[in-house]
């Protein structure tokens, strides 16, 4: 496609159910990171791929958070176990990969509204 | 380690007016700096970022921003608003992490 997507665009969940969230990077780039936006915490980072490694999760906030990506491409966010302080909306982004350098531009997907009753 | 402070989490402004957008940041490594749009309902968008070279930096839409390290500041600016403006702006760090570490926001109103 043209941009990254994600799926679903809003998700209301009850307490305690498991979710998980889905992000299609650009065709082609090999870097992928989760962030979290929310009211409290505002712009969060929460993992980076590199294909399919996750070489820093250092931004997950709890065990109840786990992210895969397969392919090189399609990842996943799956919540555990989910809680109100969750909500948030979750934006996937992805960019090129050039070794040696740490800046290649983000581009980011619309996000996911999750919300937890 | 890198952190933003961005200055006033809300900023009116009237129609034709300067915008002014406040950003200072903290990093223990050379910055890499970026400011980002979101409008409602909508992703991130990159306006403008700072890399290397020249410290006037200019992006789409008409904004600008001057990175200056002795300040450790990089400040938005636009000389004339327009109402397709309103939105909210990011303004966010990276350095030896690849991730981007982002300020709080600032809420940008165009009073008409």
Redesign the interface.
Known sequence: GAG?SQSPSNKVTEKGKDVELRCDPISGHT?L?W?RQSLGQ????LI?FQGNSAP?KS?LPSDRFSAERTGGSVSTLTIQRTQQEDSAVY?C?SSTSDQGS?????F????TRLTVL | AQSVTQLGSHVSVSEGALVLLRCNYSSSVPPYLFWYVQYPNQGLQLLLKYTTGATLVKGINGFEAEFKKSETSFHLTKPSAHMSDAAEYFCAVTGSARQLTFGSGTQLTVLP
Request: aromatic share 28%; charged share 15%.
């Open positions: 990254v870097a990171y962030y505002g712009l969060e980072f980076y820093d931004g934006l982004a740490s800046y290649n531009e983000q980011f997907g619309p996000g």
